[in-house]
């Protein structure tokens, strides 16, 4: 009974310096979401079709719609989004950009989704990459893609466009294999 009470003394300090030590730690891990993106209320004023640009369009200014803060490298950092949220920034016209190779994404892929593979975007200079994204709209909403699941190349390739200054990059982990699951449009450039 003894060694019971040590071990969850232990177990609670354990806790409570946890806890102090996020709360001062300035990439802490939020304890209570201040903002829920991922929520499905189309009807309110914030609805997210106020805040979906022409990812064409260069005249206005960036929402600031995923997050809006600035990390220390100084760009504003992709969001991961869910299978609801991605459908419905689909449905509002978000720019969708598949990460994979070409080939996969002739294949199979996010119906009017563009493709810029990240092992091609990657070894580019950074003025080669700039020129890649230069036709889309820095304030537009922009979802990444890969297959799902291990794939994570559509987060490094978020991450790549977001030091571009692009601020409303998100990521869809789900991927073309939730997204074909769900039963949301897809094509295919095999002929």
């Not at 230069?134 to 922009?142: C, L, T």
């Not at 991450?159 to 869809?172: D, M, T």
Request: proline share 4%; charged share 25%; net charge positive.
């Amino acid at each position: 009974m003894k060694v019971f009470k040590q071990i969850t003394a232990v177990f609670i300090f354990s806790a409570v310096i946890a806890l102090i030590v996020n709360a001062v730690n300035p990439n802490g891990v939020p304890l209570i979401m201040e903002k829920n993106i991922y929520k499905q209320d189309t009807t309110s004023k914030s609805n997210i079709g106020d805040f979906i640009n022409d990812p064409y369009d260069t005249t206005t200014k960036p929402s600031q719609f995923f997050g809006g803060k600035k990390n220390k490298q100084g760009f504003i950092e992709p969001e991961n989004i869910s299978s609801v949220l991605a459908k419905q920034l689909y449905d509002r016209k978000a720019l969708f950009i598949d990460a994979r190779t070409k080939a996969e994404y002739d294949t199979l892929h996010i119906k009017d989704a563009v493709n810029i593979s990240y092992m091609d975007f990657y070894p580019k200079s950074a003025a080669e990459r700039a020129d890649v994204m230069k036709k889309f709209g820095k304030s537009g909403i922009i979802v990444v893609y890969c297959n799902g699941g291990t794939c994570e190349v559509s987060i490094d390739l978020a991450y790549e466009i977001a030091k571009l200054g692009f601020n409303n990059v998100s990521i869809y982990k789900g991927g073309i294999t939730e997204w074909k699951t769900l039963g949301h449009p897809v094509e295919t450039n095999m002929k």
